[in-house]
């Protein structure tokens, strides 16, 4: 039983295309995240939302939608894929939007753009 | 602003000796403090959290940390490394009033048999 779980686990794609990235989590969580590892392992926030409600949407390019139709759900939608977008993405979720909370991530996706 | 910095890039022991990975925190209200461990090609595991209880936090895996505000330091110990625990390493920060997560840029254990 996975908590948070993530699909695919690998893509690979040319420059140009859109790809999206789904994420479910089982947990009855309140809260969403994605965050972006780059290629020297630092992890950054993109976004957040809290009861499908969009709450932290730092500076990343508008290629870049999230979704969430549900509570257990939270999809990243990528438009004319990048070079740069090379990264491994990870969605995470926690119980509540509050500091403190301990925040459950899933395995990741590695994203390989050509 | 919070920010971390993980003051070692790469911690490198031998089986069964302790481990120490160092972190400084910069927080303007009373932060929370985590040490998530990420194995290779896997997800981020919580390995403890410090959330204003008691400064000395155990954690899973034998690993704890100590809270010291005088020093703004969150360092991580374990008293015995062992092979299992070769993996990359992140101190996490977050405040009261934020509740995102603050990444250090992450310290690589390697452990030698």
């Known amino acids: 039983d996975t908590a948070v779980s993530q699909t695919p686990k690998y893509l690979v794609t040319q420059m140009g295309n859109d790809k999206s990235i789904k994420c479910e989590q089982n947990l009855g969580h309140d809260t969403m995240y994605w965050y972006k590892q780059d290629s020297k392992k630092f992890l950054k926030i993109m976004f957040s939302?809290?009861?499908?409600?969009?709450?932290i949407n730092e500076t990343v390019p508008n290629r870049f939608s999230p979704k969430s139709p549900d509570k257990a759900h939270l999809n990243l939608h990528i438009n004319s894929l990048e070079l740069g977008d090379s990264a491994v993405y990870f969605c995470?979720?926690?119980?509540?939007?509050?500091?403190?909370?301990?925040?459950?991530f899933g395995p990741g996706t590695r994203l390989l753009v050509l | 602003a919070q920010s971390v910095t993980q003051l070692d890039s790469h911690v490198s022991v031998s089986e069964g000796t302790p481990v120490l990975l160092r972190c400084n925190y910069s927080?303007?209200?009373?932060?929370?403090l985590f040490w998530y461990v990420q194995h290779p090609n896997k997800g981020l595991q919580l390995l403890l959290k410090y959330t204003s209880a008691a400064t000395l936090v155990k954690g899973i895996n034998g690993f704890e940390a100590e809270f010291k505000k005088s020093e703004t330091s969150f360092h991580l110990t374990k008293p015995s490394a062992h092979m299992s625990d070769a993996a990359e390493y992140f101190c996490?920060?977050?405040?009261?009033?934020?509740?995102?997560?603050?990444f250090g840029a992450g310290t690589t254990v390697t452990v030698r048999a």
């Open positions: 995470a979720s926690s119980p509540l939007a509050g500091a403190g909370e301990t925040q459950y």
């Open positions: 996490v920060v977050s405040e009261t009033n934020d509740y995102k997560l603050s």
């Open positions: 939302y809290n009861n499908k409600e969009l709450i």
């Open positions: 927080s303007s209200y009373s932060p929370s």
